[in-house]
Each structure stands twice: as C-alpha cells, then as structure tokens.
C-alpha cells in the first residue's frame, strides 16, 4: 500500500456512498412525512459531519493542504483502512436497504412508518451511524495528515452525540414500549452481549 493507493481508496469510499446514497435519498423522498424534527443544530451537525468526511479530506487529497499536518504513512495502516472501509460500505448499503422508505437524512417520521427490528437492527439501533464511525477511522487510517485524517472522526463525534438522543426520542413518541423493548435488547452502535 502506498499513499497514492491510500488516497485512490478514500476517495473510492467517498463514490460508493454517493452512489449507495442517492437512490435512497431519491426514494425517500417519494414517501411522505409524517412528521419531521428538522432543527439549525441538526442541519449544523450534518453540515459537521459533510465537512469532516469530504470537503477536509477531498481538499487535502486535491492540494495537499495542510501539507505541514503530514506524518509518515504507514502502509499497514492503509490496509486496515482499506479494510474498515469495505466494511463501512457494506453496512452502510445493508441499512440502507434494510430501512427501505423508512430511511431519511434527517430526523423525520414517514407515513406508514414501522419500526425495523431485524436483519442488522436486531443487533444495534444504529448500524448507519456504526458505519458511519467506521467510514472516519477507515479515513484517519487511509490519510497521513494531522488535519484531514482526523476530521471524519470529529464530524461524526458531532453528528452522533448531538442527534442520536433526538432519535431515538422521536422513535419512543412514535413507536412507545415497543421501542422501549427493542432498546433493551440492542445496543445503539455496539450489540450488547446479553
């Protein structure tokens, strides 16, 4: 693995989630909504999350800025990247497929609306938002800089702990015990053992 190869990999992450992306986002869109909690501190943390894991990385990958942020690669850590970025893909395009209509990329509540307990959601609530993490270490894994390969990890930091609570209130609202049920049986990013 070489640094070119690291950079050419992040970069493929970042096509396949537009790809994967914008046929849900499209569908989504189809379906009405039945309610939405769309807030300025969801679309900032959004806005966080964007920047961390594509205009800090694409622009450190297109420039080389900040150049004086570089360390030496280390070329098994761009294989482990490349690794946990074939394992972000793949559980990002699951849940996706798995939520179906009832995926949006913000915090809203369709019409018909069910609350998903199977395939990966029996074993976390969240496995979007997992994929999501495993996407910002593949990055800090697959980009030597100081600056760009952390940024994914800070973005996501900021969208998870400042929406995931809001979630899954809505979800209480909507769905009440039975949600209450599925929670204390998944963990939220990490399956519980019991």
């Not at 679309?43 to 297109?62: H, K, N, Q, W, Y």
């Not at 280390?74 to 497929?97: D, K, M, N, T």
């Amino acid at each position: 693995m070489t640094p070119t190869l690291a950079a050419v990999a992040w970069a493929f992450g970042l096509v396949a989630w537009v790809v994967v992306r914008v046929p849900h986002q499209r569908r989504a869109r189809k379906t009405q909504v039945a309610r939405s909690a769309k807030t300025l501190q969801d679309r900032l943390a959004l806005a966080a999350a964007a920047a961390g894991l594509s205009v800090v990385p694409i622009t450190f990958v297109a420039t080389g800025f900040p150049a004086f942020a570089d360390y030496t690669f280390q070329p098994w850590l761009g294989w482990l990247g490349l690794f946990i970025e074939l394992a972000f893909l793949w559980l990002f395009y699951a849940s996706h497929r798995q939520l179906g209509k009832h995926w949006s990329v913000t915090l809203e509540i369709r019409n018909e609306h069910r609350l998903v307990t199977d395939g990966l959601y029996r074993y976390v609530r969240h496995p979007m938002y997992l994929s999501f993490w495993l996407w910002a270490v593949a990055q800090f894994c697959l980009l030597p800089n100081g600056v760009a390969g952390p940024a994914g990890l800070v973005g996501v930091a900021i969208l998870y702990f400042s929406r995931v609570r809001h979630e899954e209130a809505m979800m209480r609202e909507t769905f009440g015990t039975s949600y209450d049920e599925y929670a204390r049986h998944t963990g939220r990013i990490i399956p519980k053992p019991w």
